[in-house]
């Protein structure tokens, strides 16, 4: 997922939770490494740090909606 954005909430929603929780794991890790360049000096970038913590919130509430879906549904 380095480098790319999720265009659109309706893309992510599309996604089974899955692929969700593993689309967080990549994004997390970018956004650590982001954070590890801009400390050390090295980052070229700067917008994709605001690019990766929006995508980030997108995938947790989309995932968040799945699971109270889920629960709703279930009761």
């Known amino acids: ?14 996604k089974t939770p899955d692929e969700l929780a ?4 990549d994004l997390r890790k970018e956004q650590f ?3 590890f360049q801009r400390a050390t000096g090295q980052q ?7 690019q990766v913590r ?4 997108r995938v947790k509430t989309i995932l968040a ?8 549904s279930q009761a």
């Open 54 to 57: 929006r995508e980030i919130a």
């Open 65 to 72: 909606e799945k699971q109270r879906a889920s629960s709703a």
């Open 1 to 14: 997922m380095a480098k790319t954005a999720l265009s659109k909430a309706s893309d992510v929603r599309a």
């Open 22 to 25: 593993t689309t967080l794991l």
């Open 33 to 35: 490494n982001l954070r």
């Open 44 to 50: 070229e970038g700067v917008g994709r740090v605001k």
